[in-house]
């Protein structure tokens, strides 16, 4: 299906690697011009001429994105290079692991800062530009907002976060016509699950206890199937779409367990 994206320019935080690289892959394919913005320069650039040398046309800004100084300077090069910006992926985070009974306060706050603070700033700095063209926001959130995980309260904190403000920008930003969705990731083979697995004394066990839960076909989501979702949402031909959370996760979060 021709998405329609062709010359979009479409920003992706954390665009370099995992999910976000992505979703930077499949936007490729169907035309568009992805802009990564992140922090890690060395992984940035590789993955650009990656993409160069295959004569993909991939922008990049060099951001820390719990620094909205550094957040606004990404944006202004940004709209200066290509004087555009029709869509955003807020795609950048990490589950830190930042639980209750052995984190601290100052710990939850900075998890809150790198998870979701960043999610609001690019947002507003790319509103301006969103409302020209009647863009798209998708924001990537977690199924730890909706089931818990332990141990991890600032990172659930932050996708519950995520949530609450992909309905409220959705309601705000009708006046604009610009659509907000979220997808939730449960259980994605990325690059950082596969190096977890294999921390484990018999990785292959450990992946299939996880797999044998999941409800269709009992296989982890693929970075693809995240990717494609994203496209569909950030493209005009979702254009009715908005305020939802979709949860690409083979059934793993919401269908019961006993038909396992």
């Known amino acids: 299906m021709d998405l329609g994206l062709k010359g979009k320019i479409i920003i992706v935080t954390g665009g370099s690697k995992g999910i976000g690289s992505g979703i930077v892959s499949v936007l490729l394919e169907e035309g568009a011009i992805p802009i990564i913005?992140?922090?890690?320069?060395?992984t940035i650039i590789s993955a650009v001429n990656k993409y160069k040398e295959r004569n993909l046309e991939v922008g990049f800004a060099f951001a820390e994105l719990t620094d909205p100084k550094q957040c606004e300077q990404a944006v202004k090069k940004i709209i200066n290079d290509f004087r555009k910006i029709d869509g955003l992926v807020n795609n950048a985070g990490v589950n830190d692991g930042i639980g209750l009974e052995k984190g601290t306060y100052e710990d939850f706050l900075n998890s809150i800062n790198k998870n979701v603070a960043h999610y609001y700033k690019m947002t507003q700095l790319v509103l301006p530009e969103l409302k020209k063209n009647k863009g798209a926001i998708v924001n990537i959130g977690s199924k730890v907002s909706a089931t818990g995980q332990g141990g991890t309260s600032g990172y659930a904190a932050a996708c519950g976060g995520r949530n609450a403000l992909t309905r409220e920008w959705a309601v705000e930003l009708i006046p604009y016509s610009i659509r907000?969705?979220?997808?939730?990731?449960a259980e994605c083979y990325t690059p950082l699950y596969k190096k977890w697995v294999e921390s484990f004394e018999n990785p292959k066990e450990k992946l299939a206890s996880i797999t044998d839960k999941i409800p269709l076909e009992k296989r982890m989501t693929t970075i693809e199937e995240i990717a494609n979702t994203v496209a569909f949402l950030i493209s005009e031909k979702s254009s009715h779409t908005t305020g939802q959370l979709i949860y690409v996760d083979g059934g793993y979060t919401h269908l019961d367990r006993t038909i396992l």
Request: charged share 35%; aromatic share 0%.
């Open 37 to 42: 913005v992140g922090r890690d320069k060395k």
């Open 180 to 185: 907000v969705n979220s997808v939730i990731v």
